[in-house]
């Protein structure tokens, strides 16, 4: 049953030597690995506005220059990193940056910020779409939460078919989201032009301030504002997305990754610049709790206000019920769940170079059926489905969570480039070549330098928002890895071969555990003389007395060809007994090898377990821990076993397995 | 930890030969076996009151017949169940009667009421208890659920401590309430002779009818009159107790038995008319919803009423701060924990019977550490923990889902006895004999026939109010316990040995499992190697080419003698391509026996299992659904291991146990 559902979600397996890799044309890499830096100008505006309309309306003159910090900030990073993807071209981004330059401590630490980051792509990417198709829909607004899990889902089932599917169709949406806004943004501006300027539908709404938000001045105003340029900064997120893509770019790599990365850089710029205007042009308020807009219709406590991007194209196309708006809605929904959709590619890699590094379960490195690390898809699934159930699927709370780990990575990262430059400039010799280093340096300091300073500024102003989930989350990941990848070396260290070869037991006793004569007791027998070992044994415990002595009478009348030793067991512990008598044998014959036989059912049916085997189990697990002990398990089929086997087996042939 | 906690909680083991029967006199017998009947006279007043003045208080006048009733019938059970103690000494109960003359389904049916029955009597029986605390300590009703759980926690861990702690001393409370109830009835008719009668706290309250309850006529009132004797019909649980203790009584049991079940009779219709007799001449007032209640003074959401008993503790003995209340009130919660003491004994004991018939898991006839039935004592607690949590502690919701397993059980066993002295009659020849089994049928038939009739008006009126949930249980159940039965007689039929003996296997093919070269592997190959095997093969399962391609090098460099298989899966399944070879090898060598050794890590701690041995975990599981085929796990002790262990052996060793 769960064989075949498997089957109907993931597919049929797929071979090793499907996986091959395809090459990238820079106009279809754009799409692929862009969509997510390129989706968060969904989200960004609307952010900025909300912090800051916190104190009402009078505080949105700062909109602008936040706006403008966002994207000189925008710009640093975009060159910073095509320093990386030039110097870096095997894709390891931002980890193998910092791993290469500051030590593996340093590289864990970007790890665990981008195993944090994936996980809130995820969160963050689906909740915004989910936002932004009520906009369209309002009706929907009570299927919030199942619109949102169905959607990671549906992810998750499409990422656990695997990576080829997930590949080139991906680039469409990207391009039409681009289309669709950089045109909302023209049209709007050609319409002021023309003296016909749009006006938002909450364009006439006021606000009512928060508590403690009015006339703010000096240090408090400062806060607020630097509150505000932190929630813009979720315009950033995504941007390394390039430099972990770049092994997909055809030659010259490091080259054509930097030329996309330019070409993203500068279409986000426009997008996000050109939104942030259009909203404060035609007027657009959108505040943290809608029940403080004055002029709301509806139900304030229940009904969702439209995002900004709803409300622009609203505005600028002719209402909620033009085809445009419904265009797009659409695109930024989707733009949003393929960003989400990146994370699916890029979390389970990573996980499985930190499991190759030993850093995590070995699991995660092993792929799937289809050639997906199916673990790692799972289990980003699972976190990420989590968050947005415990926040409601609400963008606002989530986004608080997100900037923190993207703006760590973003600093180490480019901390690491300094000293590669540092490392390069000691050997390089040719003076041009020192020019262009000299200049990437000052680039990546400079990058470091702003970048360090914003994830100051987001970890002050955020940290009681729900960022302080963050602070603790990274060096919790950070500890336990180190403990994994501590156990792990000191395992491989225990376990390297000794020289010398194999030294072979002097001799063989076996034991073999009898509760009744019967079927499976016999079989073990013989199975145990067959290995011709150099005693036999065979070892029942005495719990009740008139039990052994009918178990004497049968051997007797069975004619077993080997003694029976009773041990007494007057506290009825068959595990403890059975234990002290091997622990004597073993002291007796330190030298020798204990071999212990269980025979044990084999049933077909869940509930029949509970009926048998319980004792047999418990002291498998026991003898285990004993040295000089193999412990084998002689299992007979009871007849309900055949009728599952029969079944895993007709369907592993009809799935193609080889069982 | 968790053995030293069993420690503390349970005691040292006990060994078999502590495990004698104690003789116990009627004296001591009565109030052993009879403080769950004689317990119930607690309530059963007061659940008659509570449904007649659903229709305010102008029902009441249909009490003292109700109550006559409920003694007619209590007599009639008590006259009847002495037949059963004479006919059956062996205990077995209505268990056995209906066993033995209906058949193994009647019985099966009884064992299932009574299953059901044990567990309602400890919850009943504590939520009284714990209310009857409560109205001397009404201060205490915020803590209910917890008072609750807390008395069902120490009845488990006193009955783990084992059987002979439970016996004797509990001969004290019950004396003490019967001298206190019979008391208190004695004061309060003296008090009203001389002209002084008590009057209840709630005599001057009114109480407003429920809706649909106003001036019932006709078919309405009777249904009304005989939910009431429904509810009353609570005095008569655990009135087979003794039935089930017979052969603790001195010689001659079955006459022994049959006396102290007068006596048991006697007291409780003294008790339970005396109860009801006072209760109404003193005007007690006791409704389903306090808030019905006119004049009830506190907060009737939240305040609870006071119980019957201690409305006439109070009334009789001036007040509910006299010494004598206070004495009324333990005596009688301190019986009732007792009596739920007594299911704490017959559960197991019934489980146990039913587990050596094969109708239960086998585990419910293993004794513990201390002779009890520890496996049925943490069933019964845990069923019972839920229905009190279920029921918010309420009696009068619980004790809906009572009396129905109760006159099931009742009804069956009397028409067994009908059949038993039909049978007894057709061989008997002594006329004076013949005479007394003809009364004795008389008396078993009436039995039948009345409590047949109570048991479908019972499960009429109840039905709706809770009782449909035990018409649930006991049929699934009955299946269950059928299903088990089927299993155990199917997997016994299976094994019975062939006449023949023990047929070795022709040859013996030895395949050690390799996923890297480490001293794990080595061990495993020279373990198999020790055992002389026809063939031996080294079989690893290629999933990526460079791991492979390193393992034949170190094997080379190692000189292992054993030649490596390399099964290719493109598919990337271990556990499959295992199979499949063995299958493969199967076929080719049907007569043949394959043992597979898979090296296996052994960690001590229980994250390091997430990290380990997952796949090998899941190939046993697989590999024992194949027919010739053993499994023998070669465990490597990692170091981490050896701490587990010494700390288990230590505390083994300060436990006192062999191991």
């Known amino acids: 049953m769960l064989e075949l559902m498997k089957r109907l979600v993931v597919g049929r397996p797929l071979s090793n030597d499907r996986l091959g890799e395809q090459l990238l044309p820079k106009r279809i890499a754009l799409p692929v690995f862009a969509s997510d830096p390129l989706s968060s100008v969904a989200y960004a505006t609307q952010e900025i506005m909300l912090v800051l309309t916190l104190g009402g309306l009078s505080y949105l003159y700062l909109a602008p220059w936040i706006g403008l910090a966002v994207i000189v900030l925008l710009a640093v990073v975009v060159m910073s990193y095509r320093q990386v993807v030039r110097a870096y071209p095997s894709g390891g981004g931002s980890y193998e940056v910092a791993t290469t330059n500051l030590g593996a401590s340093a590289g864990l630490v970007v790890a665990a910020a981008l195993l944090v980051d994936y996980v809130m792509t995820v969160a963050v990417s689906v909740a915004a779409g989910v936002d932004n198709i009520i906009s369209a829909f309002p009706q929907l607004n009570p299927w919030r939460m199942l619109i949102n899990l169905g959607f990671v889902a549906v992810l998750t089932a499409m990422n656990l078919r695997g990576v080829r599917e997930s590949g080139r169709i991906f680039a469409v949406p990207t391009y039409l989201f681009v289309l669709g806004v950089l045109g909302l943004i023209a049209t709007g501006f050609i319409k002021m032009i023309f003296g016909d ?95 403080d807009l004055v002029g709301f219709l509806g139900n304030c406590a229940t009904d969702p206000q439209r995002t900004v991007i709803a409300q622009l194209a609203a505005a600028v196309f002719g209402g909620t019920d033009s085809p445009m708006f419904f265009y797009i809605q659409s695109a930024t929904a989707l733009i949003l769940i393929l960003a989400a959709n990146t994370a699916f590619n890029g979390f389970p890699l990573l996980g499985s170079i930190l499991a190759k590094h030993r850093y995590l379960p070995r699991q995660l490195h092993s792929r799937g059926d289809r050639l997906a690390f199916s673990n790692g898809i799972v289990l980003l699934a699972l976190v990420a489905a989590a968050l947005i159930y415990a926040y409601k699927g609400s963008v606002t709370s989530l986004i608080q969570l ?258």
């Open 402 to 659: 997100y900037i923190l780990g993207v703006f760590t990575s973003f600093t180490l990262s480019q901390v690491g480039m300094v000293r590669h430059w540092n490392r390069h400039l000691r050997t390089e010799r040719d003076p041009a070549a020192r020019r262009r280093m000299h200049r990437a340096r000052w680039i990546n300091a400079f990058g470091a330098c702003f970048t360090g300073l914003v994830l100051i500024i987001v970890t002050i102003t955020k940290f009681t928002h729900g960022a302080y989930l963050v602070v603790i989350a990274m060096p919790v990941l950070f500890v336990m890895m180190r403990a994994i990848r501590r156990h792990y070396d000191g395992v491989t260290a225990e376990l390297v071969p000794e020289p010398g070869g194999m030294v072979l037991p002097s001799r063989i006793h076996a034991v073999v555990l009898v509760s009744r004569l019967h079927r499976p007791t016999i079989r073990a027998l013989a199975y145990a003389r067959a290995t011709r070992p150099d005693t036999l044994t065979a070892l029942t415990v005495a719990i009740a007395p008139e039990e052994v002595r009918q178990l004497e009478r049968e051997w007797d009348e069975h004619d077993i060809p080997v003694s029976l030793t009773i041990v007494d067991s007057p506290y009825r512990d068959i595990t403890g007994s059975v234990l002290s008598y091997i622990a004597g044998l073993h002291r007796e014959h330190p030298r020798d090898l204990i071999v212990v036989y269980i025979p044990e059912y084999v049933v077909g049916r869940w509930w029949e377990h509970l009926l048998h085997n319980q004792s047999a189990l418990r002291l498998k697990a026991r003898l285990l821990f004993q040295r000089g002990v193999m412990v084998t398990s002689v299992p007979w089929q009871l007849e309900s076993s055949h009728a599952d086997q029969e079944r895993a087996q007709d369907l592993g042939a009809s799935a193609g397995l080889t069982g």
């Open 197 to 291: 300027a749009p006006v938002a539908e909450s364009a006439g709404w006021r606000v009512t301030p928060e508590p403690g938000h009015v006339g703010l001045t000096g240090l408090a105003l400062m806060f607020l504002a630097l509150r505000a340029f932190s929630s813009g900064c979720t315009a950033l997120t995504g941007a390394e997305a390039i430099s972990n893509g770049v092994p997909a770019f055809r030659a010259p790599k490091g080259d054509n990754a930097a030329r996309t990365m330019a070409a993203m850089g500068i279409l986000s710029i426009t997008m996000f610049g050109g939104i942030t205007a259009l909203a404060l042009l035609s007027h657009v308020r959108y505040v943290e709790n809608t029940c």
